[in-house]
């Protein structure tokens, strides 16, 4: 199994996250929550030579951002 890194808006990463705290962290937290730090994530998996980049638009929705890593 990649090990998988996510970094919230308030910075940190967190390795290897299980399933359960990725959906809490997209699922679960307040506009609050966004609106803290840098106010998006990050995906990063390893092997992958791109990241998954998300940020809060608006109450219900994110904005996706595939970057490749050069």
Do not use: H
């Amino acid at each position: 199994m990649s090990k998988i890194t996510v970094y919230g808006p308030t910075g940190g990463p967190l390795e290897n996250s299980a399933e359960t705290f990725v959906k809490n962290l997209i699922f679960n937290n307040d506009e609050g929550y966004w609106k803290q730090g840098s106010g998006d994530s990050c995906f990063e998996v390893d092997g992958c030579e791109e990241k998954l980049i998300f940020f809060l638009m608006n109450r219900m929705s994110f904005l996706l951002c595939n970057i490749q890593i050069m």
